[in-house]
């Protein structure tokens, strides 16, 4: 194999011109290549590896919703306050007509449930719209609704979402006088 070389405007060619004639390149346009396929590799493989992550976040999300589902089953997951208290106590209720039973989360977490409280309801009271105050943010949603009920032990008032107002409302009503 014969190599000539020679300059031409500060870049160096080489020819092979025994071998094969498509075999021209410039030294640096092949040093530029060889970099520039490289790094379309490590950019497929970063893509490749972002891919990955977010189908496996997306199994995963999945995957817990359907498992806390089977777990916990559809609470109905509310806030409850004594009406002369001003702090919330979270937690999920089993409701019946005129019974309301209170299981509050241990330390805000879902799944540590303290012993339940039973309450006895005697009358619900209306979505009147009243929120939680602004200030309470930090303790509890201020979206949250509030209907205001009378108990046994006392009145009570439970943070619900919008979406279960009308729920928890019916389930709860005293069963009327039987006829």
Same mark, same amino acid.
Request: positive net charge; proline residues 7%; hydrophobic residues 35%.
């Given at each position: 194999m014969i190599h000539i070389v020679h300059g031409v405007g500060g870049l160096e060619r080489s020819r092979v011109s025994l071998g094969e004639p498509s075999a021209f390149f410039e030294n640096d346009d092949l040093r530029r290549f060889r970099e520039a396929s490289q790094r379309d590799r490590s950019w497929s493989t970063l893509c490749d590896r972002i891919s990955f992550g977010l189908v496996l976040a997306v199994a995963a999300t999945a995957v817990g919703l359907l498992l806390g589902r089977k777990v916990f089953g559809q609470r109905l997951e509310l806030a409850l306050r004594p009406t002369t208290e001003t702090k919330w106590r979270h937690g999920w209720v089993e409701a019946s007509p005129g019974h309301l039973r209170?299981?509050?989360?241990? @330390? +805000? *977490?879902?799944?540590? #449930? #303290? &012993?339940?409280?039973?309450?006895? /309801? +005697?009358? /619900?009271?209306? &979505? %009147?719209?009243?929120?939680? #105050?602004?200030?309470?943010? @930090? #303790?509890?949603?201020? %979206?949250?609704?509030? *209907?205001? *009920?009378? $108990? &046994? =032990?006392?009145?009570?008032?439970?943070?619900?979402? %919008?979406?279960?107002?009308? $729920? *928890?409302? $019916?389930?709860? =009503?005293?069963?009327?006088p039987p006829s």
């Open positions: 209170f299981h509050r989360y241990k @330390w +805000q *977490i879902r799944f540590v #449930s #303290s &012993d339940p409280v039973d309450f006895a /309801v +005697q009358a /619900v009271g209306l &979505d %009147s719209g009243k929120r939680p #105050s602004k200030k309470q943010l @930090w #303790s509890v949603n201020p %979206s949250l609704h509030v *209907i205001d *009920i009378d $108990t &046994d =032990q006392g009145p009570l008032r439970l943070g619900l979402q %919008s979406h279960q107002v009308d $729920t *928890i409302r $019916t389930q709860l =009503q005293p069963a009327g």
